[in-house]
């Protein structure tokens, strides 16, 4: 059986705007082939099981290249694998991907197109610029700027592009100078409005605007690179009132995230929403316990305990992972209650179908201890599924109770490695930290409090909660910032909030 090509659309940078159907078929793939223009955070989409192909072209015979593309997608395909053939922006626009539909027409092969968000669109858009304006214009024109107007053999009109109430050329930013003396020569009005916006809807997005004169060197002179859009227009002149995305107070900030790999993804992806670049640099990984037999043990006898207790995520991950591997599902902890800390852990449950029985209302230790001492009733079993490094304090509030806790090393936080580790602090201007292992981490790759102080100096440092700013303090670091309630989501707020506030 020949398998299914899906040609995706990625959208022009930011993942939100990547569509379901994209994010599904992301989930689903069992091979990506992706270009230079999809963004690395919608790549992180992708099922981790994926094998990711890049093939991207970057000058020379692009005939060849295209070709061999067609021909490994062709022979993915073949093999009974769902083959995803992910294009920047949308595929159908200026992205060869009909050319990738013939040919896989051509071999028999099924196929599918999930369109994307073009960069044509969302590049203005997040610049500030709407491609239709009631009273200045009422159509717009997308074109390639690929082509030299001096060519006689150009097939671009240009006495028409030059007419267009707004203008869009996609891969014109090398010919700027040549499309915009064409556009003149054609008649249109040397002081029409006009922008170039490079990497639109990313936290590198840049704009410049000047007039359809000047607009060439003025994008020379701010050092424009591909890729970049070129529009034209008098709704060009809107972007003074509409620009919104750069106003952002997160606009461009890049953002240390130390969090390990796994869970860095949602939190880097709420930054990217915000406009703001998340620089990932885990300085701990998550992993099994250094004994990891009582976990075992305990996930053989779960439905003998009255409650479990899951006290992070990576808990609720650890406790799965070990039924699964056992072939076992949810049904295993019987009559078992669960209570989970803060809401983050209780959706973990959620995903494994299980609803929480008690679910703190902030992600402490002290709030589920305290909130279990209500429910638990002496003598009761208790089995608590923690970090090997945790704290030990809903074991103590149950025993004083008079219940019986069995605390069990779900997993181990160990520190990273990371070369470039200085190197990435440098360039940020925000220090997060979502756990006192994060904290720790941080200083030991830097080689010691000292020099963590020293790297965080003039940078706005930001933890998750009380209990990890106490451990930042200790490592000698200055905090500017704790949510009032502690989860990622809160944490941009608050850095939102004051990055206003000092701006
Ligand atoms: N299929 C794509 C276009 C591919 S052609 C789409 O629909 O967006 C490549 C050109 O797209 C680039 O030269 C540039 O002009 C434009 N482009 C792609 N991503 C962009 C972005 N994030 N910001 C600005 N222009 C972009």
Redesign the pocket.
């Known amino acids: 059986m020949a398998g299914l090509v899906t040609l995706v659309g990625a959208g ?2 930011d993942p939100a705007l990547l569509t379901i159907g994209g994010l599904h078929a992301l989930r689903e793939a069992d091979v990506i082939f992706y270009d230079a ?1 999809v963004s690395e955070p919608v790549l992180a989409l992708a099922s981790d099981r994926a094998e990711r192909v890049y093939v991207g072209k970057r000058g020379g015979d692009h005939a060849t290249a295209q070709g061999e593309i067609e021909e490994r997608m062709i022979a993915r395909a073949r093999d009974g694998k769902r083959v995803v053939r992910l ?5 159908f ?3 060869r991907g009909a050319e990738e539909a013939q040919a896989l027409h051509a071999a028999g092969i099924a196929f599918t197109v999930i369109p ?1 968000v ?3 669109i969302a ?1 203005p858009a997040y610049a500030g610029i709407p491609l239709t304006h009631r009273g200045c214009a009422s159509s717009f024109t997308v074109a390639t700027g690929h082509e030299d107007p001096s060519k006689s053999a150009s097939s671009l009109d240009w006495s028409a592009l030059a007419k267009a109430p707004t203008l869009v050329l ?3 930013v090398e010919r700027l100078a040549a499309v915009t003396n064409a556009l003149i020569a054609h008649g249109a009005g040397r002081t029409t409005p006009a922008a170039v ?6 936290p590198t997005q840049r704009c410049v605007t000047g007039t359809l004169a000047s607009i060439a060197a003025d994008a020379g002179a701010a050092g424009i690179v ?4 070129l529009v034209v227009g008098e709704a060009v002149a809107l972007r003074r009132e509409l620009r919104w995305f750069e106003r952002g107070p997160l606009f461009g900030k890049r953002v240390l995230v130390t969090r390990p790999a796994l869970q860095a993804r949602s939190f880097a992806s709420a930054l990217l929403t915000h406009g703001a670049e998340p620089i990932v640099a885990p300085t701990v990984s998550i992993g099994p316990p250094d004994d990891p037999r009582p976990a075992q043990r305990a996930v053989d006898e779960a439905s003998g305990f009255s409650w479990i207790v899951f006290l992070s995520f990576n808990a609720v991950d650890a406790f799965f992972d070990l039924l699964h591997a056992r072939a076992r599902d949810a049904r295993a902890i019987g009559t078992a209650r669960v209570a989970a800390i803060g809401a983050k852990t209780a959706d973990a449950l959620t995903a494994f179908g299980i609803r929480a029985d008690l679910v703190s209302g902030r992600a402490t230790s002290e709030d589920v201890g305290h909130e279990l001492l209500a429910r638990v009733h002496k003598g009761e079993r208790v089995l608590i599924f923690g970090a090997q490094e945790g704290r030990h304090i809903v074991h103590g509030l149950l025993e004083g109770h008079g219940a019986m806790p069995v605390s069990v090393s779900a997993y181990k936080t160990r520190l990273a490695a990371d070369p470039n580790f200085a190197r990435k602090v440098a360039r940020c201007d925000i220090l997060t930290f979502t756990s006192g292992s994060t904290v720790r981490g941080f200083a030991s790759l830097l080689g010691g409090n000292e020099a963590a102080a020293a790297a965080a100096r003039g940078k706005v440092v930001a933890c998750i909660g009380p209990i990890t700013a106490d451990e930042a303090r200790e490592a000698g670091l200055r905090v500017d910032v704790v949510p009032d309630s502690f989860t990622t989501d809160a944490l941009v707020e608050a850095l939102e909030a004051h990055a206003a506030d000092t701006a």
């Open positions: 022009p940078g223009l294009k920047g922006g949308d595929p626009v200026f992205g994307g073009t960069s044509a590049a996609l891969m014109g916006v490079q990497d639109g809807t990313r591909p890729p970049a859009v």
